[in-house]
């Protein structure tokens, strides 16, 4: 299966905790054949005063079912010191770990949405995802080209 997942991190050393995860993709069987470039951007929601995210996003290749795939994120995630049951939503965070899209058609079950229901209002993963995979068809939606453009011409900055 191929997939594409969004890293970001803001609390911490937030470079090492992107690196962290790639290689614990890597070391878990999701292996990461390409990433964007590393991008700080200013949080988005949640509460005011939050310091800026570093934001990546990154094609993993694994027999992994979607899923699995989730919850070897969420996984990784809790390793980098992540409590989703204690955390305020949009809030700081050492890691977050986002299933944006899966190639094949889209999931829409309790718990796992995919391709990510607001992938296309963020910036800080379509620009990403679209500086990786162009051409790449986001089920339900059109492709990552079009979709950044579209949020462009929102004045979204990329």
Excluded at 33 to 48: C, D, N
């Amino acid at each position: 299966m191929r997939a594409f997942l969004g890293l970001g991190s803001n609390l911490g050393d937030r470079a090492s905790a992107l690196e962290g995860a790639i290689a614990a993709l890597d070391g878990a069987g999701a292996r990461v054949v390409s990433r964007s470039s590393v991008r700080e951007t200013a949080p988005v929601g949640g509460p005011s005063g939050q310091p800026p995210y570093l934001n990546q996003v990154v094609e993993v290749a694994c027999d992994l079912e979607p899923r699995a795939l989730l919850a070897l994120c969420h996984e990784i995630e809790e390793r980098f010191g992540r409590d989703r049951a204690r955390e305020e939503r949009w809030g700081p965070r050492t890691l977050d770990l986002d299933v944006l899209v899966i190639e094949g058609p889209a999931i829409d079950e309790p718990g796992l949405v995919v391709p990510h229901p607001r992938l296309t209002e963020r910036a800080f993963a379509l620009g990403p995802l679209a500086e990786i995979a162009p051409d790449l068809d986001v089920p339900g939606l059109g492709c990552a080209r079009d979709l950044l453009a579209a949020l462009r011409r929102r004045g979204d900055p990329p």
